[in-house]
T-cell receptor, first 109, second 112 residues
Framework: GIQVEQSPPDLILQEGANSTLRCNFSDSVNNLQWFHQNPWGQLINLFYIPSGTKQNGRLSATTVATERYSLLYISSSQTTDSGVYFCAVELNSGYALNFGKGTSLLVTP | DVKVTQSSRYLVKRTGEKVFLECVQDMDHENMFWYRQDPGLGLRLIYFSYDVKMKEKGDIPEGYSVSREKKERFSLILESASTNQTSMYLC???????????FGSGTRLTVV
């Protein structure tokens, strides 16, 4: 099946810092989503971004489908950004999202 | 906004019990999914459904079954619970293939 690799696996930031999370995938996809999982386990969709660039407040994402990677940018991080960030992709011929193992982010005051 | 509701937040069951996890979505989505999440393993797909009474196996279906009698409800069944099924179970729905997923808040199941 498709491989989804996220990096880094863990990240510690001080409040106010910027960061970039990366997602590499091994095949052509028709669906790519970024999620944030809060400390209570709820997965929140951040971006639906099979290609191109989107921005939502302090967060933005870029997917370069031809090169099989996506980036999630977090600017001016806040403690509430802490949690696990997942990238998930669906093959062109696929049927469901395949998840990476996530990046665990801790933002300290 | 689409709401996906999982019936229990926490559940403790005994080995060998038959366990039902319920998931209901309120936006007429065609597709529904069950994942389990374990530390170090990420989210893995158990079963999914594209339509009423239709089901497809995901990556780890062993020990599970599902039921979708109505479009809005997708149930995960542990036929005979075992301790290695202790996990966080997450239900999701999407309008159709290739569209945004919405997840429920999860059920943390402990099998003792």
């Amino acid at each position: 099946g498709i491989q989804v690799e996220q990096s880094p696996p863990d990240l510690i930031l001080q409040e106010g810092a910027n960061s970039t999370l990366r997602c590499n995938f091994s095949d052509s996809v028709n669906n790519l989503q970024w999620f944030h999982q809060n400390p209570w386990g709820q997965l929140i969709n951040l971006f639906y971004i099979p290609s191109g660039t989107k921005q939502n407040g302090r967060l933005s994402a870029t997917t370069v489908a031809t090169e099989r990677y996506s980036l999630l940018y977090i600017s001016s991080s806040q403690t509430t950004d802490s949690g696990v960030y997942f990238c998930a992709v669906e093959l062109n011929s696929g049927y469901a999202l395949n998840f990476g193992k996530g990046t665990s982010l801790l933002v300290t005051p | 906004d689409v709401k996906v509701t999982q019936s229990s937040r926490y559940l403790v069951k005994r080995t060998g019990e038959k366990v039902f996890l319920e998931c209901v979505q309120d936006m007429d989505h065609e597709n529904m999914f069950w994942y389990r999440q374990d530390p170090g393993l990420g989210l893995r797909l158990i079963y999914f459904s594209y339509d009423v009474k239709m089901k497809e196996k995901g990556d780890i279906p062993e020990g599970y079954s599902v039921s979708r009698e109505k479009k809005e409800r997708f149930s995960l069944i542990l036929e005979s619970a075992s301790t290695n099924q202790t996990s966080m179970y997450l239900c999701a729905s999407s309008f159709r293939v290739g569209r945004v997923y919405t997840f429920g808040s999860g059920t943390r199941l402990t099998v003792v």
